[in-house]
């Protein structure tokens, strides 16, 4: 296993913004697929957003994109996810992901490592 470790969470109002940081701890991740999914009691773990290891492709769900921006600092072994215009509906815990490769798609199944989460609340 690999360690993830996210960061950056809290409780903000609607239209506040946070960056959430995720960071390998114990060896690079070379040529993985870094993602975030968030999940709410109840639910499936949903896809938030993705970057390849080159950082030259972005993927990112329907409910987030032009709010949310994933970058990469692959010397830091680290991902971001900056996210705008915050909702109530973004209210979630979110996972930090690595996948080896995309065959099977942007899902939770195919993710090889995951952190612990990090919580994010929106109030009205």
């Known amino acids: 296993q690999v360690p993830l470790v996210e960061s950056g969470g809290g409780s903000v109002q609607t239209g506040d913004s946070l960056r959430l940081s995720c960071t390998a701890s114990e060896r690079t991740l070379s040529g993985y697929t870094m993602a975030w999914f968030r999940q709410v009691p109840g639910k499936e773990r949903g896809f938030v957003a993705a970057?390849?290891?080159?950082?030259?492709?972005?993927y990112y769900a329907d409910s987030v994109k032009g709010r949310f921006t994933i970058s990469k600092e692959n010397a830091k072994n680290t991902v971001h996810l900056q996210m705008n215009s915050l909702k109530p509906d973004d209210t979630a815990v979110y996972y930090c992901?690595?996948?080896?490769?995309?065959?099977?798609?942007?899902?939770?199944?195919?993710?090889?490592?995951w952190g612990q989460g990090t919580l994010v609340a929106v109030s009205s």
């Open positions: 970057v390849t290891w080159s950082g030259d492709t972005t």
């Open positions: 992901a690595a996948s080896r490769n995309l065959d099977y798609g942007l899902s939770y199944l195919n993710m090889d490592y």
